[in-house]
């Protein structure tokens, strides 16, 4: 039948969502979905800026104490901040320009992130078909491995201690704007985050500096790291996880 | 001291936030505030309608069991909907057009919604101050008494099934545009909405059609509704709180 004929030439496009917070993860179908953790300042910047300049693997974990471990264990580099600072314990912090070639190549990053870790686990736990992180430093890597795949997307922001955050979320947007064509999309989520992408794409720079995220980081004079987290594919690279750490799958 | 004289002076001013979807209610501090249920799509806005029209109170119920019990208990009208259609037992529905003051005067209402009844006994469960219904509907009404008791204010979106819907938080956006002066905002959930809302107030008609709730209800014929429920102040209330039921605090 000429309607059948028209049916099988229609390709049918995998479903995609965004997760505002890790808060919200239970009320998506994760199984059998490529969950994309996203978490711009600074996590997911720092693990594609990593990956890109040559790290072997990154092991991320949620406490001080098992970062430690975890580096004794493997020889790693271990890595960690709060407010601002080091923790004690640790080698390097949270910032992306600290990882240079120069410094991480072939070596095993550990690292410890309270919303991004967090995130990750748990998409793990609900069984994600494939785990990858995003951010700008690695967008157009990201987008490209989504279409190719084909499957159902969750874009997870990791927000704010379970709070919303908009630099996440204007990340999805980007995401979603580069991809839309290839996926369905019924979402206000995806539709909000889109939008608050579209509007501010000219002026990222001057929009991001509206986000309680930036106060709080540049209250420690982290500037120009937040400028970095912001800038497209300047670390072309494609974490997935895969045996308990991230590599990069480019 | 000159420093004291300017501190004493400046009135501080009480914390707003956004709560975009029940699930995240918990992460905010309730006690002492004033919560704002936020349920555009309809419940809240038909609950303005009928109070504005005289209704005597609101007992809103969880349950169409329930309903049909505090219905008995009360001699009050009942309503409630599920997929567009009066549930079995209930005598009336969710539109706000089934409310004019010839026939909802003097009544009880008794009406069964599945987000917002929700919240509104979690904010209760967690000890806040107030609780309030806002809509666009009764948008300066509720504007007002925020500004008038100067206490911190949490602006509740009921959302659909826990999930961000577009609707809820472009009148928590509405709100925050009118009445930001007299708070104090830190919160990318409050900076989001108040930018949807300032990007689409001149074309909130054609911009609410792109929703997913929109979509859903326009399946059931309800449009008329919908362009209701986004109308500014054609139904002057207050429906607050006390004793069980919402009542007309005007």
Redesign the interface.
């Known amino acids: 039948m000429y309607i059948c004929g028209v049916m099988t030439n229609q390709k049918i496009k995998p479903n995609l969502h965004t997760v ?2 890790p ?2 993860l239970d ?1 998506y179908e994760i199984k059998d979905s490529i969950v994309v953790i996203i978490d711009v300042f600074r996590a997911t910047s720092t693990m594609a800026t990593a990956l890109y300049n040559g790290a072997r693997k990154i092991i991320p974990v949620d406490s001080p104490e098992l970062c430690i471990e975890m580096g004794k264990q493997t020889g790693g580099v271990t890595a960690g901040e709060r407010d601002g600072k080091i923790i004690p314990g640790l080698s390097y912090g949270n910032s992306p320009s600290e990882y240079p070639r120069s410094f991480i190549e072939n070596k095993v990053l550990v690292i410890t992130t309270t919303n991004g870790t967090k995130l990750l686990h748990m998409a793990l736990k609900q069984g994600a078909k494939d785990i990858i992180t995003g951010s700008f430093p690695n967008f157009s890597a990201v987008a490209d491995y989504l279409v190719q795949q084909g499957a159902p997307v969750i874009l997870g922001c990791s927000g ?7 630099e996440d ?1 204007l990340f999805a947007g980007a995401i979603i704007e580069q991809i839309k064509d290839h996926f369905t999309i ?4 995806s ?2 985050a889109n ?2 992408y579209h ?1 501010h794409k000219d002026d990222l720079t001057q929009y991001i500096k ?4 930036w ?1 709080r980081l540049a209250a420690y004079g982290l500037e120009a790291d937040m400028l970095y987290c912001i800038s497209k594919d300047t670390a072309p690279s494609l974490p997935i996880y895969k045996d308990g750490a991230l590599v990069n799958g480019l």
């Open positions: 505002l917070t808060q919200l009320l704010w201690k379970n709070r919303f955050n908009i979320t019924h979402c206000d989520s539709f909000m939008q608050l509007q509206t986000t309680t995220h106060h």
